[in-house]
């Protein structure tokens, strides 16, 4: 799937993929951790762990189990489980672990980048807003650096500083609420690389 289809995608009637399941494997399918590097495959867990729509974890996803089994077995060979996968689904299971990911507003954002960059459209982004609390989620969905900007649609952000606190890796960062709501928000990411961030005013 390629960002634009996968933006697209997201242009879908809300009711509909609020019906949607959202998952990245199951006993139909080969499991991820064999079927994509360790990059894509968090890139991925991100875009289905934030969406609209329920999302689905398969039995040993969090271990990086790679046997696909059949259901109807009971044993399977010993694997060693990843500590790099369970550091990394702890961490984002208690960021997603909000009233806000289940109850708040979903919406596209809209971004744009420059004539002689083109990365910008391998870009995805979308936020969530409930009462004061906003989150931001962008994933570059390619093996390339893309660099973005990325517009909320948030209103009230000029005349502040805010902190965009990533959940996933922990960075702060503090950014003009002028800039972002004149520019957008100049988002830097590595090959398959992410962003989720919550804002609160410095």
Same mark, same amino acid.
Request: glycine share 0%; no cysteine; hydrophobic share 40%.
């Given at each position: 799937m390629t960002t634009e289809s996968t933006r697209l995608h997201l242009c879908a009637d809300l #009711? !509909? %993929? /609020?019906? &949607?399941l959202r =998952? &990245? /494997?199951?006993h139909d399918e080969p499991r991820a951790a064999s079927a994509f590097m360790f990059a894509r495959e968090r890139a991925a867990v991100v875009v289905t762990s934030t969406l609209t729509g329920a999302r689905m974890f398969h039995e040993g996803q969090f271990d990086g189990r790679k046997s696909r089994l059949p259901v109807f &077995? #009971?044993?399977r060979p010993d694997e060693s489980p990843d500590p790099?996968?369970?550091? =990394? !689904? %702890?961490? &984002?299971l208690a960021a997603i672990d909000r009233p806000l990911f289940r109850e708040g507003q979903w919406r596209l954002c809209e971004r744009t980048g420059w004539p002689d960059n083109p990365s910008w459209q391998n870009v995805v982004a979308w936020c969530w807003s409930k009462d004061d609390e906003r989150y931001l989620v962008a994933i570059n969905l390619s093996d390339c650096p893309a660099q973005a900007r990325i517009h909320t649609g948030w209103n009230n952000l000029a005349g502040r500083t805010w902190n965009l606190t990533d959940k996933l890796s922990g960075t702060v960062y503090e950014r003009s609420g002028d800039e972002l709501q004149s520019s957008g928000l100049y988002v830097d990411l590595a090959p398959w690389g992410y962003h989720l961030l919550s804002s609160m005013k410095a």
């Open positions: #009711a !509909y %993929r /609020e019906k &949607l =998952f &990245l /494997e199951n &077995l #009971a044993r790099r996968l369970q550091d =990394f !689904y %702890r961490t &984002l």
